[in-house]
C-alpha cells in the first residue's frame, strides 16, 4: 500500500512542478519592423535572464503546464510594445496561436501542448524536456522544445474563442465553471466561499 501512496505522490508532484519552454513571437502583420520582432522565450525555471543570441534579445522564464496563457499577457504586452504598430493595444486583446490555429485560452498550457505538438506524454522519458531535443517515444513523432507559438492583438478570432474582459471576469468564470464541472460528480455543488480562493491560487 505504501508504494501505492509514494507512486501517487510521485504523479502529484510531476504534474505540479511540470513545465514546458515557450518561444512566443509577434504576428508579422502586426511588428513594425520588417524582419521578426525579437521572441519571448520561456525557459529558465524561477529566473528572469535577458540573453543575446545572435544579435537578438530574448527574455527567458519559466511557465508551468498547469497555468492559463492569459496570465502571461501581461507580460508579453510589455515585451512587444516596442515592437507593435499600435502600442496602445489593450492587453486583454491578446490571444496565441500555433501553426495558425487559435489556442483556447481556458485550457491549461500543458493539455494544448499534448493537443497539438503530437507528443505522447504517456511514453515521455524523464521528468522533462529541453530544447531542441525529442520527448516522445522515439516513436518518430517528435516534439521539439521550445513550442513555438504567435502572438496576436489584431483579428480576435469570435467564431473560436471567447473574448477576454480586461477585469478577468470571464476568465474567472471559465475557470470556476471548469472547476464545477470537475466537482459535479463527487459534490452536489461547489461551495460560495473558496471559490475567490481557489482562482487566485
Request: proline share 8%.
Amino acid at each position: 500500500m505504501a508504494s501505492n501512496t509514494d507512486g501517487v505522490n510521485l504523479i502529484q508532484k510531476r504534474i505540479w512542478e511540470g513545465s514546458l519552454p515557450l518561444e512566443i513571437r509577434l504576428s508579422p502583420s502586426e511588428c513594425r519592423s520588417f524582419d521578426q520582432s525579437d521572441s519571448y522565450l520561456v525557459r529558465a525555471p524561477l529566473t528572469f535572464n535577458l540573453l543575446k543570441a545572435n544579435g537578438v534579445a530574448n527574455l527567458q522564464i519559466h511557465y508551468p503546464r498547469i497555468s492559463y496563457f492569459p496570465f502571461l499577457l501581461q507580460r508579453l504586452k510589455a515585451f512587444f510594445t516596442p515592437f507593435l504598430i499600435q502600442p496602445d493595444v489593450p492587453t486583454h486583446d491578446g490571444w496565441l496561436s500555433f501553426e495558425g490555429v487559435p489556442l483556447k485560452w481556458h485550457y491549461p498550457v500543458g493539455l494544448l501542448y499534448d493537443l497539438f505538438s503530437g507528443a505522447d506524454p504517456m511514453n515521455s522519458k524523464g521528468g522533462g524536456s529541453t530544447a531542441g531535443q525529442d520527448s516522445g517515444s522515439g516513436d518518430g513523432v517528435s516534439a521539439i522544445l521550445p513550442w513555438r507559438l504567435e502572438l496576436h492583438f489584431t483579428e480576435w478570432p469570435y467564431d473560436q474563442l471567447v473574448k477576454l474582459d480586461k477585469d478577468e471576469r470571464v476568465m474567472h468564470d471559465a475557470f470556476i465553471n471548469s472547476v464545477k464541472e470537475v466537482r459535479l460528480p463527487r459534490c452536489t455543488s461547489a461551495p460560495a466561499g473558496p471559490r475567490g480562493l481557489l482562482f487566485g491560487s
